[in-house]
């Protein structure tokens, strides 16, 4: 089973996903977290670069691994807190609409999901990459309570000279949205058959009460 889970930069996606997964003993997978590492990989051997074939090149030979507190990209250990700091943040959405790069991921996305259930979550997950998911879910909240959410994150996991500010933070997400809405691959939609959910007032265990609940709930009534 495919339980695909969408919605724009902080809407609680990572938090929710990994949590559903737990509590119905799922696989959970990141697509966002492999574009982050792509893109990290371009910064660091091609600087901000946006040149597609430089990008598609540098893609097509990375090596990502899971590591605990991060990934080990081409045999170098990074951090989270690195994955989803600002420089990343202003670039992956160029890098992950390049093509071939969202093919490359989406293959990787689509080989791991053969080998049993799974929660995944990332742009364009319900709508391009998992279409004929089981369940799908979209994740939406106001601007202002992503940038908190974000910024909150941010000081729990990065040393304060590193950190940025709020609005910094903000316009980064505004300009996210905005990419990720008009890029002419993967752009970020709302499938009609999604439950959509706004979590701006929300818990993250009421959004994850919701989301098992009418996953447990469908089960049943397909069962009947």
């Given at each position: 089973m495919v339980i695909a889970i969408d919605g724009p930069a902080g809407s609680g996606k990572s938090v929710v996903s990994q949590r559903v997964a737990q509590r119905l003993g799922f696989h959970h997978l990141n697509s966002g977290k492999l574009y982050r590492a792509i893109t990290h990989q371009v910064l660091q051997t091609a600087g901000t670069s946006?040149?597609?074939?430089?990008?598609?090149?540098?893609?097509?030979?990375?090596?990502?691994?899971?590591?605990?507190?991060g990934l080990r990209i081409s045999g170098s250990f990074v951090p989270d807190a690195e994955l989803h700091g600002e420089l990343v943040d202003r670039h992956v959405s160029a890098v992950s609409s390049v093509l071939r790069v969202r093919e490359i991921v989406n293959a990787?996305?689509?080989?791991?999901?053969?080998?049993?259930?799974?929660?995944?979550?990332?742009?364009d997950i319900t709508t391009v990459v998992f279409p004929?998911?089981?369940?799908?879910?979209?994740?939406?909240?106001?601007?202002?309570?992503?940038?908190?959410?974000?910024?909150?994150?941010?000081?729990?996991?990065?040393?304060?000279?590193?950190?940025?500010s709020y609005e910094e933070i903000r316009n980064a997400i505004a300009e996210r949205d905005e990419a990720d809405r008009t890029k002419e691959h993967g752009a970020l939609v709302i499938a009609p058959d999604a439950l959509y959910l706004d979590t701006s007032h929300l818990t993250i265990e009421e959004v994850c009460d919701k989301v098992t609940t009418t996953i447990q709930s469908d089960k049943i009534q397909q069962e009947n």
């Open positions: 946006n040149d597609s074939s430089t990008i598609v090149a540098i893609a097509e030979g990375v090596e990502i691994l899971p590591a605990d507190g990787l996305l689509r080989s791991t999901a053969t080998k049993g259930d799974i929660v995944v979550e990332g742009r004929d998911a089981e369940f799908k879910v979209y994740l939406d909240a106001d601007i202002e309570s992503r940038a908190q959410r974000r910024y909150a994150q941010q000081a729990e996991s990065t040393p304060e000279e590193q950190r940025s």
